[in-house]
C-alpha cells in the first residue's frame, strides 16, 4: 500500500497570492482547461501547512480547531487522499447519523462537493456507503449507535466532532477494535474541542499527531458578519478560547456548576420518568443578532433523580417560531407542563403560546430574584450527584460551566441556563407530586 501524499508542492496558493497582478496573470493564462480543472481540485495546492496529512508514522491524527477553521474540508480531503494512497475500506462517523450524511458527505465541504468529476463516488443514502470507480468504499455511521461498529473492519477512519458524541467512549472504543485492516491503519479525528476525558487522553498520547488550529486563521474564508458578531463578540472569553482558539480549558473555579459533575452522572438510555416539563427563557430582543430562547426539557424520574432530556434552544426566530419550537418539543417528549419566564414579554408570552396550542398546559413564571440565587439551588443538585444528562447538550453545558456570580455567561445572556434552572426548580417543586410512569 502506497503512502498518502503529505509534502506541499513548491507552487501552491500563497506562493501564486504572492506575485503581482501582472505575473499571477500570466501564470495563470498559460493553463489549459484541463490543468485549470486539476488545479482547482488540488487540495496541495490550496491548503494551509496544516490541513495536509502530516508525514511520519503516526496512527492517529486528531486536528483539534476552532469553528470556521476548515476542518470539516480538511478531514474529507484527508479520506480523499488516503483513498488516493490504496486505502479501500473507510468508516465515517459523525455525532448523528444526520450530520454524516448532511456534513460529511452532502456538506459544502463534504466528500462529494469536494470530488472532482473525474473521481466522484457514487453515493447511496439508503446503504449509507460511497463507492468509488477503483472499488474503495465508505461507510456512514452515528455515534449514538456504537453497537452498529461491532463487525466491520476499517483500514482507515474519520471521525467528525467528537468531542460532541453522545456516547463517545463506548463509539470510540468499537471502532478502534474495527480499524484492523492493511499495513498500517490511520484514524482521524477532526473537532472543536471539550474537556471531555477522551479528548485529553489523546492529546497526551504519544501516537496521536495532534494539530491545533485557530478560527483566524481561515479568515479569509468566513463571511464578514460571521468576523464581526461572533469572534468580536467572544474573542477573549472562556467559550471563545475553547470555541475559536481550540484551548482545552479547566473548569472556571468560580463557576457554579463543574464539568466533573456533569460528566460523572451523564446516561446514555432514557430512564423511567413520572413528570417532564419544557422550560423556555424567552429572548427580550428578536432577530439575528438578539439572544437565543432557551428551551431546556427536564424530567423527574422513577429514582428521583433529575434527568435533562433535551437542549432545543434556538437563536435568531421569531416569537411565534421559537413559542412554536417549544411547543414540538412539548410534544415529542409527552410533557406534562410548558413553563415560561415572562419578565420581558409578560402576558405576550402565554398569548402566542396559546394562540398556536388552546389546550397545551402552561404556567407563567415571574423571576423575582437574580439569576445566581436562582441558580444555586439546581447547581447543589448536581454537587450532590442528583442530575444526569442524557447524552450530550454540548452548548448548555459550556454555558453552565462559565456561569459565575461575577459574570452570568460569556459575554451573553446565558438563556439556556436559565431554562434549566426553571424547569428543575419546577420539578423540585413537584417532588413530592404523586408518581405517574411513563418511557420516552
Not at 476542518?71 to 447519523?97: D, M, N, S
Not at 463516488?121 to 477503483?134: A, K, V
Amino acid at each position: 500500500m502506497r503512502r498518502a501524499k503529505s509534502s506541499r508542492p513548491a507552487l501552491n496558493a500563497s506562493w501564486l497570492a504572492s506575485l503581482d497582478e501582472t505575473e499571477r496573470r500570466g501564470f495563470l493564462a498559460k493553463l489549459t482547461d484541463a490543468e485549470w480543472a486539476h488545479l482547482h481540485y488540488d487540495w496541495r495546492f490550496w491548503a494551509r501547512p496544516e490541513q495536509l496529512l502530516p508525514p511520519g508514522d503516526w496512527r492517529t491524527c486528531l486536528w483539534l480547531a476552532g469553528r470556521g477553521w476548515g476542518k470539516t474540508r480538511t478531514g474529507a480531503e484527508a479520506i480523499r487522499a488516503l483513498k488516493e494512497a490504496g486505502y479501500h475500506r473507510l468508516g465515517l462517523v459523525a455525532p448523528t447519523a444526520a450530520d454524516a450524511r448532511h456534513v460529511m458527505v452532502e456538506g459544502e465541504s463534504g466528500l462529494l462537493a469536494i470530488a472532482p468529476p473525474w473521481d466522484r463516488p457514487r453515493y447511496e443514502p439508503s446503504l449509507h456507503r460511497l463507492t468509488w470507480s477503483n472499488g474503495a468504499r465508505a461507510t456512514l455511521y452515528s455515534a449514538e449507535d456504537p453497537d452498529a461498529l461491532r463487525g466491520p473492519q476499517f483500514d482507515a477512519a474519520w471521525c467528525d466532532e467528537l468531542a460532541a458524541w453522545r456516547r463517545i467512549r463506548e463509539t470510540f472504543d468499537m471502532l478502534q477494535f474495527g480499524l484492523r485492516l492493511g499495513e498500517a491503519p490511520r484514524l482521524l479525528i477532526s473537532t472543536t474541542p471539550r474537556p471531555v476525558p477522551l479528548i485529553r487522553e489523546l492529546v497526551a498520547r504519544a501516537d496521536v499527531k495532534v494539530i491545533r488550529g485557530h478560527t483566524d486563521e481561515n479568515a479569509a474564508n468566513l463571511a464578514p458578519p460571521f468576523l464581526e458578531a461572533v469572534i468580536g463578540r467572544y474573542r477573549g472569553t472562556r467559550l471563545g478560547r475553547q470555541e475559536l482558539d481550540a484551548e482545552i480549558l479547566d473548569d472556571n473555579p468560580d463557576a457554579l456548576w463543574r464539568r466533573h459533575d456533569i460528566e460523572r452522572h451523564r446516561v446514555s438510555v432514557p430512564p423511567q420518568l413520572v413528570r417532564i416539563v419544557v422550560a423556555v427563557d424567552p429572548p427580550a430582543t428578536s432577530g439575528e443578532q438578539a439572544d437565543a430562547c432557551g428551551i431546556v426539557v427536564a424530567g423527574l424520574g422513577a429514582d428521583r433523580r433529575f434527568y435533562v432530556l433535551a437542549d432545543r434552544s434556538c437563536r435568531g426566530l421569531t416569537p411565534h417560531q421559537w413559542a412554536s419550537q417549544a411547543i414540538a418539543a412539548y410534544h415529542t417528549f409527552g410533557a406534562d407542563r410548558l413553563i415560561a419566564e415572562v419578565n420581558q414579554g409578560g402576558d405576550m408570552v402565554e398569548t402566542i403560546v396559546r394562540h398556536i396550542d388552546p389546550d397545551i398546559a402552561f404556567r407563567a413564571v415571574r423571576a423575582t430574584r437574580g439569576k445566581v440565587l436562582r441558580a444555586e439551588p439546581v447547581s447543589a443538585l448536581y454537587e450532590q450527584g442528583r442530575v444526569s444528562h442524557l447524552g450530550i447538550h454540548a452548548e448548555l453545558e459550556d454555558q453552565m460551566v462559565e456561569f459565575t456570580p461575577q459574570r452570568n455567561g460569556a459575554g451573553a445572556s446565558p438563556d439556556r441556563v436559565d431554562a434549566l434552572v426553571h424547569g428543575l426548580c419546577e420539578l423540585m417543586h413537584g417532588v413530592g407530586a404523586e408518581p405517574r410512569i411513563r418511557r420516552l
